[in-house]
């Protein structure tokens, strides 16, 4: 399949084809460059683009910045750069990278929101895909693991997933457009570069030379069940789940012990990424499982601010604050008017 109708199927595939508009996550890097060049080339709706400076490798992610602004130029794209300073923004126990993600995220989402856009895109392609596999089983993750980066969540879809990173470097070279290498991409001090640059050579040169190809064939595979699981669980988590303010999210209870093991821990993992918190490890999913199944009142921190709380009334995703509230509440008033969350 060509270069052409690859791209088009997996516009079609992940549905923004015929869509009004798309704003592009711009990094400057390979990928993102030649995925709008192939959005400006295949697709017919308004088009924009999206960059965050930060702040980072001395100096070097403003010289991005402003190459990303002389090429939107030269294409006549919108483009809205923002600068941040990821070290000095980041949250209390968040990673440089952590922050940085959800720093461009929060961006890519204004901008759209603004230019009333109705798709993010961004980068990633199918070398990420195989990498982030390997992540996520170190990590411990489950079968969602095994699909490494879905092609679509929401608002967010994947362009290129179908291309590898050498075959954007191609298209870019034979149409003689400029891009920014990166040079921490060739350091191995992050996991991800570790996995990139010395894990997946070594697997293809001593094990397998088709190695990336069987991991994709896997991603495919294990995205097919994912999303007839996500179905099957989504139906179980509207039924459990109710409104109860403060909490971000909230479930009955009564009823949990019926739900199957595989099914509770996968409504566990949906609910976080509604959330927009960080993927449990499997080893943590099954301890936050189990306390479901042994009851009485108990907190399990998630992530950052946010604790899950457990009654006999219900289970909750709380901030921490409001746990604070309920903590001081409770010196001042009898057991039978604490909150839900605390009886």
Partial sequence: MDCRKRFLAAASRQGWLESGGILCALSGGGDSVAMLWLVRKYFKGRIAAAHLDHCTRAGESHRDAAFVRELCESWGVECAVKVVDVHNMREKGESFEMAGRRARYEHFSETAERLKLPFIAVG???????????????????????????????????????????????????????????????????????VRNILIPWISENLNSGFKNVMLGLSKQAAAEVEARERECGEALRRVAFEQPPALAAWRSRGLGDISDLTLAEMLRMQGAELGLPALSRARTEELKNLIRRGGCWRFQWARDIEVCYSERGVGWLRRADIAAKNKFMKNNDKNSLPWWAR
């Fill in 124 to 194: 990633h392609n199918a070398d990420d895909v195989v990498e982030t596999q390997l992540m996520n089983l170190a990590r411990g993750a489950g079968l969602a693991g095994l699909r490494g980066i879905p092609e679509r969540r929401g608002n967010i879809v994947r362009p290129v997933i179908d291309f590898s990173r050498g075959e954007l470097r191609g298209i870019l070279r034979e149409n003689g457009v400029p891009w920014r290498d990166d040079a921490t991409n060739d350091e191995s001090e992050y996991m991800r570069n570790k």
